[in-house]
């Protein structure tokens, strides 16, 4: 699980970093939902 989620965030296109998205993913409930709907359809 952990290694598909990293896989999702390396795809994701920001100027944050993979740290600095994981943290904010911890934090923000609507943008874990996001990226778990991304691995949905990973």
């Given amino acids: 699980m952990r ?3 990293l896989a999702v ?3 994701i296109k920001t100027k944050s970093s ?3 998205m994981r943290l904010k993913a ?3 409930e609507a ?3 996001e990226i778990l709907l991304k691995i ?3």
């Fill in 18 to 20: 993979l740290n600095g």
């Fill in 40 to 42: 949905k359809g990973f």
């Fill in 26 to 28: 911890g934090w923000d």
């Fill in 31 to 33: 943008y874990m939902e």
């Fill in 9 to 11: 965030l390396k795809q």
């Fill in 3 to 5: 290694r598909m989620v």
